[in-house]
């Protein structure tokens, strides 16, 4: 029997963009909408319903605009599911698109996240398709004033007590997330086939030299840094040891993978599957290797107290980083060699937000070099 197709969905960060982009047409034109088509970031198209539609008048003037969107994770198991996002839109003075956070949109209260300590937790690609969205409507009516956007998840407060973002220093509501702008259905069987194909697909066109990515932002360091292409890579998800398995079944020459830290610090303790449910060592694991490089014992235990990669790299000088980052991909290197059992090459690549690339195993260069020689050949 055919296995029935897990359907996507769309992000908060989706809802938020059409909401926004409804609430400032029906600001500008007077005119009630109830539907509308947005273009998401990586270029799939949508038409979304809207609703909840509230149009504040003063005189003939129309002085305030709020409409939500539904989300719909498809077929993610995703507490979100179901829950309005509002666009909250005014005129203000000047011509400053100020965009923020109301109710059950949370509040950065750490170092090392998306946006800026005091910022309400709306990261960067769906602020930049929301601004987007305002700037194009106001260019199509003339208007050239300020928009004051708020955007609102009323469920957020009590869904964010059921998440991390606790935990990660975001405190009152959930994050309106969202890099493509669609939600991938997360059964692990279905991603893990998925992998199984792509390796297939990488393998069937002459890529014995397989590139990994556990995702966007792996995809986007290798096309700013590099120059490969996204189409080049095998997105892996959280399943780096299931990749590595499937690539020594399918007879690739050798693997290597290229990701944030924040995922792949995990590696250095043995950590092949880096989903948060499964384990979360990062900072034991990040400080185990600051005692090994010799940190003082005090910025260690700072270290084990930070929210996220990014934050207790900030603690460190460039002499130290180095330092600690040797021991890392050193340990790297270990338990990806320990997972292929000699029947695999493997190699890493480690890249952080602010600094870009931090760490490398032994191999990785020569991985580059033969990748690129392998594309070189094809092409010819």
Same mark, same amino acid.
């Given at each position: 029997m055919e296995k029935k197709r897990l359907r996507a969905g769309y992000t908060t960060g989706t809802c938020a963009q059409a909401a926004t982009k409804a609430a400032v047409w029906m600001l500008l034109s007077g005119e009630e909408k109830t539907s509308v088509d947005v273009v998401l970031p990586k270029g799939k198209e949508l038409t979304l319903l809207v609703c909840e539609i509230e149009m504040k008048r003063q005189g003939e003037k129309i002085e305030r605009v709020s409409c939500a969107v539904r989300k719909d994770s498809g077929d993610d198991p995703d507490i979100t599911n179901g829950i309005f996002v509002y666009a909250s839109v005014r005129r203000k003075d000047g011509t400053e698109i100020k965009i923020d956070?109301?109710?059950?949109?949370?509040?950065?209260?750490?170092?090392?996240?998306?946006?800026?300590?005091?910022?309400?937790?709306?990261?960067?690609?769906?602020?930049?398709?929301?601004?987007?969205?305002?700037?194009?409507?106001?260019?199509?009516?003339?208007?050239?004033?300020?928009?004051?956007?708020?955007?609102?998840?009323?469920?957020?407060?009590?869904?964010?007590?059921?998440?991390?973002?606790?935990?990660?220093?975001?405190?009152?509501?959930?994050?309106v997330l969202g890099?493509?702008?669609?939600?991938?259905?997360?059964?692990?069987?279905?991603?893990?086939?998925?992998?199984?194909?792509?390796?297939?697909?990488?393998?069937?066109?002459?890529?014995?030299?397989?590139?990994?990515?556990?995702?966007?932002?792996?995809? /986007?360091?290798?096309? @700013?840094?590099? !120059?490969?292409?996204?189409? #080049? $890579?095998?997105?892996?998800?959280?399943? %780096?040891?299931?990749?590595?398995?499937?690539?020594?079944?399918?007879?690739?020459?050798?693997?290597?993978?290229?990701?944030?830290?924040?995922?792949?610090?995990?590696?250095?303790?043995?950590?092949?599957?880096?989903?948060?449910?499964?384990? /979360?060592?990062?900072? @034991?694991?990040? !400080?185990?290797?600051?005692? #090994? $490089?010799?940190?003082?014992?005090?910025? %260690?235990?700072?270290?084990?107290?930070c929210t996220t990669t990014e934050e207790a790299l900030e603690l460190l000088g460039r002499e130290e980083r180095d330092a600690v980052m040797k021991e890392l991909m050193a340990r790297m290197e270990h338990y990806l060699e320990w997972r292929t059992k000699g029947e695999l090459p493997t190699a890493a690549i480690v890249f952080s937000s602010g600094i870009g690339k931090i760490g490398e195993t032994a191999c990785a260069e020569a991985f580059l070099k033969k990748i690129a020689e392998n594309e070189e050949t094809i092409e010819e």
């Amino acid at each position: 029997m055919e296995k029935k197709r897990l359907r996507a969905g769309y992000t908060t960060g989706t809802c938020a963009q059409a909401a926004t982009k409804a609430a400032v047409w029906m600001l500008l034109s007077g005119e009630e909408k109830t539907s509308v088509d947005v273009v998401l970031p990586k270029g799939k198209e949508l038409t979304l319903l809207v609703c909840e539609i509230e149009m504040k008048r003063q005189g003939e003037k129309i002085e305030r605009v709020s409409c939500a969107v539904r989300k719909d994770s498809g077929d993610d198991p995703d507490i979100t599911n179901g829950i309005f996002v509002y666009a909250s839109v005014r005129r203000k003075d000047g011509t400053e698109i100020k965009i923020d956070g109301g109710r059950g949109v949370g509040r950065v209260t750490k170092k090392g996240l998306d946006q800026p300590v005091g910022a309400a937790a709306i990261n960067k690609v769906p602020r930049q398709m929301i601004r987007k969205e305002a700037e194009e409507i106001c260019d199509c009516y003339g208007y050239e004033g300020g928009l004051e956007i708020i955007i609102s998840i009323p469920e957020g407060e009590q869904l964010a007590k059921k998440t991390f973002n606790p935990k990660l220093g975001i405190t009152g509501g959930i994050s309106v997330l969202g890099t493509s702008g669609v939600v991938e259905p997360m059964s692990e069987q279905a991603l893990i086939d998925t992998i199984r194909v792509e390796i297939q697909m990488q393998l069937a066109n002459g890529n014995g030299w397989l590139l990994a990515a556990p995702g966007n932002y792996g995809l /986007d360091f290798l096309k @700013e840094t590099y !120059g490969i292409s996204p189409d #080049r $890579a095998v997105k892996c998800s959280n399943f %780096v040891g299931e990749t590595i398995d499937l690539a020594a079944q399918f007879g690739a020459k050798g693997i290597l993978f290229v990701a944030h830290l924040g995922k792949f610090v995990k590696v250095a303790g043995g950590i092949m599957n880096t989903h948060s449910r499964c384990a /979360d060592a990062r900072m @034991e694991i990040f !400080g185990a290797a600051g005692l #090994r $490089a010799g940190i003082d014992p005090a910025v %260690v235990r700072k270290i084990l107290d930070c929210t996220t990669t990014e934050e207790a790299l900030e603690l460190l000088g460039r002499e130290e980083r180095d330092a600690v980052m040797k021991e890392l991909m050193a340990r790297m290197e270990h338990y990806l060699e320990w997972r292929t059992k000699g029947e695999l090459p493997t190699a890493a690549i480690v890249f952080s937000s602010g600094i870009g690339k931090i760490g490398e195993t032994a191999c990785a260069e020569a991985f580059l070099k033969k990748i690129a020689e392998n594309e070189e050949t094809i092409e010819e």
